[in-house]
T-cell receptor, first 112, second 112 residues
Framework: DSGVTQTPKHLITATGQRVTLRCSPR?????VYWYQQSLDQGLQFLIQ???????AKGNILERFSAQQFPDLHSELNLSSLELGDSALYFC???????????FGQGTRLTVV | DAKTTQPPSMDCAEGRAANLPCNHS???????VYWYRQIHSQGPQYIIH???NNETNEMASLIITEDRKSSTLILPHATLRDTAVYYC?????????????FGQGTILTVHP
């Protein structure tokens, strides 16, 4: 158990819908990262937050947005969902930017 | 980000040492080498990281060449539970410090 908690574990939704994925980092960790893993793409970096501020952005679609709240938990919002958004979404956290990151068990999103 | 090159797959007998190579010939002086593994769609698991010197922890050893252009992850006594995809990552610096860019990794299969 890495100490990073992601909810829900599984999510099935229809095209066009909007969902919110939640991540609780390890106690004391200030930085949160989001990754997407689909079958044909591998692990793709989406976005990183540090103490509530966005620090780095990867290949995140405009339909996706994220936020880190004052209590340091983070949410990834996915809207206008398409079949191709079906993937595993992982959250990771680290104490500060330059320390090792620990990953949660992921949310498996299926868009039908 | 410095690119890494890993063999697509490797085999290892249970109980023997598994030596996983990684080439990172364009690494910069302030970039660390990180190793993660992913067991069948679980969240990636941090293994070890290093800058210049060899490192050892309870999971593995990391050997970095003197010119830092390559490294080897050593699992001293591989077990069936070590079967996973192993990722060698050079951690980016600058304004996107902390971002971990995953490649295709090496599929390690440990057989009885």
């Amino acid at each position: 158990d890495s100490g990073v908690t992601q909810t829900p574990k599984h999510l099935i939704t229809a095209t066009g819908q909007r969902v919110t994925l939640r991540c609780s980092p390890r106690s004391g960790d200030l930085s949160v990262y989001w990754y997407q893993q689909s079958l044909d793409q591998g692990l793709q970096f989406l976005i990183q937050y540090y103490n509530g501020e966005e620090r780095a952005k990867g290949n995140i679609l405009e339909r996706f947005s994220a936020q880190q709240f004052p209590d340091l938990h983070s949410e990834l919002n996915l809207s206008s969902l398409e079949l191709g958004d079906s993937a595993l979404y992982f959250c990771a956290s680290s104490v500060v930017l330059e320390t090792e990151a620990f990953f949660g068990q992921g949310t498996r999103l299926t868009v039908v | 980000d410095a690119k890494t090159t890993q063999p697509p797959s490797m085999d290892c007998a249970e109980g023997r040492a598994a030596n996983l190579p990684c080439n990172h010939s364009t690494i910069s002086g302030n970039e660390y080498v990180y190793w993660y593994r992913q067991i069948h769609s679980q969240g990636p698991q941090y293994i070890i990281h290093g800058l210049k010197n060899n490192e050892t922890n309870e999971m593995a050893s990391l050997i970095i060449t003197e010119d830092r252009k390559s490294s080897t992850l050593i699992l001293p006594h591989a077990t069936l539970r070590d079967t996973a995809v192993y990722y060698c990552i050079v951690r980016s610096g600058g304004t996107s410090y902390g971002k971990l860019t995953f490649g295709q990794g090496t599929i390690l299969t440990v057989h009885p």
